[in-house]
């Protein structure tokens, strides 16, 4: 692998700089979701030159020289700056559509996303199926030339401004749990559907909001079957693995980091100066030096990516990654004592950053699969260790 970034992706890096340097006002900063007027509308510029279907072929709204690897630098160059981000939409559901789905869907869909024409819930998680997600059980009853589903999920974040869902629903109960499930793709105007709002501990611009979202009777065309009936747990698992380094990068964390830094080097307590104190140098060496193995890993996972599903190296960053972020909060906690849990006013580090921070840790250690499900990836597919029932399974290379 080749983690030098070619003159190609620098230059492409640059010019991403500069659209945001240029086009990036208050009203987008701040949330990493798009979904208000000015945010679609900082992601429609970005789409008008051509630059959410970079990585995918000219046919479905791409570009006549692929370029797989622009869709990260641009997630990552959002991501670092506050922007809103096109991870879910282009680096999940895009590429899942992509590997798996009919030509006509293809068609349909992808120059749609490309364009930045409507954003995406993914709608899988209910009450008794989370982490595992073998255990759905909304049901899709298979009525000819459409798919009947009376239930409910939850947890369903971006469901209130969304126009699609990308959506997973048991079609056969008798099957064994994990080749029952299909994925659709769901009109979020479909009548039958219906929403309520479930507030999360985060503040606005993080996932403050998600949603129940209740069936009744909705009926959902056969068309829009995403590949074969009954796969559909299988192209979750894959959505996942795009997932885990896809949605968010980490370059954020490095900005957090950079951030934490800063705020030490120029923090005075009367005279006294933290930045002096051997304690918190070392915290700080550990905590430079754990980024740098972030930074790394996500660079794999993306290199990977290029020439197949990178599962392995996508739940080492998810896993990295994910403690990572709990780390700055116990750092902040730590040294910055009582002022690293503000969460606004004149002594917050940064806007209450590291205050948010350690109230998401949570969501990031069980969203995507979560780091307990990345590490078991890890043991079983990279290290070959014996699954739950004692049966090896042979690593993958
Ligand atoms: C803010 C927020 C936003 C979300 N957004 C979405 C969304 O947009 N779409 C969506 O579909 N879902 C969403 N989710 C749901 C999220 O994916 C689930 O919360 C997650 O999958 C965990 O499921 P659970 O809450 O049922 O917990 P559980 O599955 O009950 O897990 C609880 C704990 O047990 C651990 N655990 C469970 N099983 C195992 C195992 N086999 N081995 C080891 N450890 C295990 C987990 O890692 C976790 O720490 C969101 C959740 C939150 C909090």
Redesign the pocket.
Known sequence: MDFDWSPEEIAFREEVREFIRTEMTDAVKGSIFIDTPARVEFVTKMARRGWLGMGFPEQYGGSPNPFPLAQFILNAELDRSGAPIIGKNVGTIASTIYHVASEEMKMEFLPMIFRNEGQW?????????????GSLQCRAIDMGDHFEVTGM???????HFCRWHWM?LRTDPDAPKHKGISIFIVDHDTPGLSLSPMS???REG???R?NQVFFDKMKIPRSRLVGEVNKGFYYMMEALDYERFAILSFASRVRRYTKIVNWYKNADFNGERPINDPYTRRALARMAARVEVGTMLERMAICKAQYEVPAVEAAMNKAWGATIGDEFAQLALDLMGPFGGLWGGEHSPFGGGLADEHL?A??A?????????S??IIARRLLGLPN?LGKPELPQR
């Open positions: 819930a993914i709608t899988y998680t209910e009450p008794n199926a989370g982490t595992d997600l999920k939850h947890y369903i974040t971006s469901a997973a999360t501990i985060g993080t996932t403050h998600t998401m949570g969501h250690r069980v969203a995507a699969g979560g780091v307990d499900t590490k078991a739950a």
